[in-house]
């Protein structure tokens, strides 16, 4: 063995039997974050800019309050990838880490975390009816692990954009919601099932058993609907992009629930912003990081909620959209 490589030998094992190195003992010692989505691809979730929005908004908002990854905190990254059964597989292996604070989002999600932690800090991006649900024992004292953001508390969404497509297409009757069936069989659908029908629409499910979105598409083509209702849970925030062209093939006007859809061709869109919900999950994180109770967190609802219209869709679908929703719309795409 040459003099160089003999020494080189022998710094390496020296620092092996010394134990990790520096920067991995440093890593092991900050806080850590376990952040789970249900649907995007974990390669879509990495790095200082990531190409996943919300994760991008969670890591922006990190940032703002000068928590930056690698320097100050570790961020642990997973994702169910669309196989909704993994996710209590993954948020006991965060548990096991171990991780300071969990940020989940969906009432599913929330859900699996209360069965499995009452320790760990549990931040919400985004969930229904946590009172009624049983998940706290009220918003503005949440009383055990769980803290964050409520992003809908009623049906009132999904009626407000059937009210939206009674205005920009007053001659549709038969609307189909694309969405899975525990959404459909809900009492919040019970009751935009019945503000349809007293709005003379008719409206039907078209399922989508995840991963196979593209199967439920085939069948709305099948079924041709006069508008598309698109479900707000995270999966079809992630899909948006098929969604939406798959639509525009088949020529359905679809409305849906995140304004990033319209940004890729949706018609319309009413709801509110999942970039932001996320970049005000970091501040829930970053409180309880410094010493704050998720007990003691009140629960934010998100009540600012946007209408964005995208005129060239509307267009090539031949839509002329009401002079009254126009001057309703926060944003008109061109």
Do not use: C
């Not at 196989?83 to 597989?89: A, I």
């Amino acid at each position: 063995m040459g003099i160089v490589r003999r020494r080189q030998f022998l710094i390496s094992a020296g620092a092996s039997l010394a134990g990790p190195p520096i920067q991995a003992q440093v890593a092991r010692k900050l806080p850590r974050i376990g952040f789970v989505l249900t649907t995007a691809p974990l390669a879509t979730m990495v790095g200082a800019e990531p190409t996943e929005t919300v994760m991008r908004g969670f890591v922006h908002g990190l940032r703002a309050l000068g928590y930056v990854e690698g320097q100050n905190i570790v961020i642990e990254r997973r994702s169910a990838e669309g196989k909704l059964e993994r996710l209590e597989e993954l948020i006991q292996e965060l548990v096991k880490v171990p991780v300071n604070v969990l940020v989940v989002s969906g009432t599913q999600m929330v859900q699996v975390a209360k069965k499995i932690t009452t320790t760990v800090p549990v931040v919400v991006a985004g969930m229904g009816t946590p009172v009624e649900l049983g998940i706290v024992s009220s918003l503005a004292r949440p009383g055990g692990n769980i803290t964050g953001l409520v992003t809908a508390i009623t049906p009132e969404f999904d009626i407000k954009r059937l009210e939206l497509i009674r205005e920009m297409l007053p001659k549709a009757s038969r609307i189909a919601f694309l969405g899975m069936k525990e959404e459909w069989t809900s009492q919040s659908m019970d009751v935009v099932r019945a503000a349809a029908k007293e709005m003379g629409l008719t409206l039907v499910l078209t399922e989508v058993q995840m991963p196979r979105i593209e199967a439920a598409l085939e069948s709305l083509e099948l079924q041709r609907p006069d508008a598309l209702l698109v479900s707000q849970a995270p999966p079809f925030f992630v899909h948006r992009k098929l969604i939406v062209e798959f639509v525009a093939r088949i020529r359905v006007p679809d409305f849906h629930r995140y304004y990033q859809a319209v940004e890729v061709g949706a018609l319309a869109s009413y709801g509110h912003d999942a970039y932001d919900v996320y970049r005000r999950a970091a501040g829930y994180v970053v409180k309880i990081l410094e010493g704050a109770r998720p007990s003691e967190l009140p629960i934010e609802q998100m009540e600012r909620y946007a209408l964005v219209l995208n005129l060239s869709t509307a267009k090539a679908l031949g839509i002329k959209v009401p002079q009254v929703v126009l001057l309703r719309a926060d944003r008109v795409i061109e």
